[in-house]
């Protein structure tokens, strides 16, 4: 959410960081409603005072036995105006907010300007691309060959874009989560948490979910909706609050499912396990004061990276172009993992800083010592990381040639000391 005081301030800088997410010049339109609103505020302002005054008025005037009746309809006139001034306040409003809410955050002035993902700059990579000595099999041939990835019965169950998984992979599926939040708790200085899966419309909105995003939502008959990632609640938890000083930076991380729609994405990734209604994914969450959330942005990057470190994986970390870094962010940086199978980069992470833009729309702040006012917090989430992507990616890169997939050291005590599957 953008403070309206910044598009008074230099509404052309305000257009410009709009044109650099592709969209057109809203300053004007804000500025004319944010006129409206403020001349009806004024004079609802004045009216009261005048009614204020006219109330004494009358009342020491009935003391004093005088006639007070024209006093009196000045009142009533005043009341009626008063209703209407405050009407049109309250509707300019409105528009303002309907217009602020829907424009995404501003971008870093690092930020590359390019259109899509095909814009996107490598920072770094890790580890070189393999070779390996026969023809590499996707994870769904892998998974189907050896019995333990059951794409016809979930289907029957639920539809597409769902999995069944079965004995060992089930268990590293399970292993992979387990590991990922255990380093991040007990090594990453996370504090680890259980949410609710099922959030109210104010949790959705504090962190830019709704209303733009409505249709990448499952909602249930209650009206309460499926969260799509951990990030919602977990930041949430700062909603309405000032926090201590003292307490920051807050670090969260949860183990979660998460449920999307996936709107709009027929036809893509339509095998296998890439793009699915249900996963488990390790989120990383932080508040911080404003002037650290940059060296978080890159603490939070490096914990992800690690996890991908650890569980041998070939990666790289890429920053994300103006036109395909997300709605609530002002940096993003995405890491990829190489799938052999797949010949192909794929993104298993996303690590961004929303700086105040969340914590605006959820009125998070604190009072920095000494002083009286209370400032905007900042937050960061990332994927620390997507459990289901981090299982396609093991099963890719340690499959070996007779189709079995040898199970990365660090997962072996989360799998009862299990070498390979197979």
């Not at 590499?136 to 892998?142: A, D, G, S, T, W």
């Not at 007990?186 to 949410?195: I, L, R």
């Amino acid at each position: 959410m953008h403070d309206i005081k910044l598009v008074r301030a230099d509404a052309a800088a305000f257009d410009a960081a709009m044109a650099r997410r592709g969209l057109p010049p809203q300053s004007e339109a804000l500025l004319a409603i944010d006129a409206r609103r403020r001349t009806a505020q004024t004079a609802l302002q004045e009216k009261q005072a005048r009614r204020n005054a006219l109330a004494k008025e009358i009342g020491m005037g009935k003391k004093a036995g005088a006639d007070t009746a024209a006093l009196e309809a000045e009142a009533t006139k005043l009341r009626d105006e008063m209703s209407a001034l405050e009407a049109e306040a309250n509707e300019a409003d409105a528009a303002q907010l309907a217009i602020l809410e829907a424009l995404p955050n501003i971008l870093d002035a690092e930020v590359p300007d390019g259109k899509d993902e095909s814009d996107n700059i490598v920072l770094k990579q890790h580890g070189e691309i393999p070779n390996l000595p026969f023809a590499p099999k996707q994870h769904f041939e892998l998974g189907e060959a050896l019995g333990l990835m059951d794409f016809p019965s979930a289907s029957k169950l639920a539809g597409s874009r769902f999995v069944v998984l079965k004995g060992a992979l089930a268990r590293l599926e399970r292993a992979l989560g387990q590991y990922m939040i255990t380093l991040h708790a007990d090594e990453h200085g996370y504090s680890e948490t259980v949410v609710p899966l099922l959030v109210n419309d104010a949790t959705m909105y504090g962190t830019g979910q709704l209303p733009k995003f409505k249709e990448d939502l499952f909602q249930t008959t209650d009206g309460r909706w499926l969260i799509p990632t951990a990030e919602v609640p977990l930041t949430n938890l700062v909603r309405d609050e000032i926090v201590a000083e003292a307490s920051l930076p807050h670090r969260y991380t949860a183990l979660s499912p998460c449920f999307r729609s996936e709107a709009g994405s027929a036809g893509r990734d339509v095998r296998g396990m890439l793009r699915q209604h249900q996963f488990y994914k390790v989120e990383m969450v932080a508040v911080t004061k404003p002037e650290e959330s940059e060296a978080e942005h890159e603490r939070m990057t490096q914990c992800a990276e690690r996890v991908l470190t650890e569980l041998g994986l070939v990666w790289r970390r890429v920053f994300l172009c103006s036109g395909d870094t997300g709605f609530g962010s002002t940096r993003t940086y995405d890491l990829e993992v190489w799938l052999p199978g797949q010949q192909a980069w794929r993104e298993i992470s996303s690590c961004s800083n929303c700086k105040d833009f969340q914590a605006r729309r959820m009125n998070a702040r604190y009072r920095p010592a000494g002083t009286k006012g209370t400032v905007f917090v900042h937050t960061l989430n990332g994927s620390g990381v997507a459990v289901g992507r981090a299982l396609i990616a093991v099963m890719e890169t340690w499959q070996q040639a007779d189709g079995s997939i040898l199970v990365p050291e660090v997962l072996r005590p989360f799998m009862g000391g299990l070498e390979r599957i197979g």
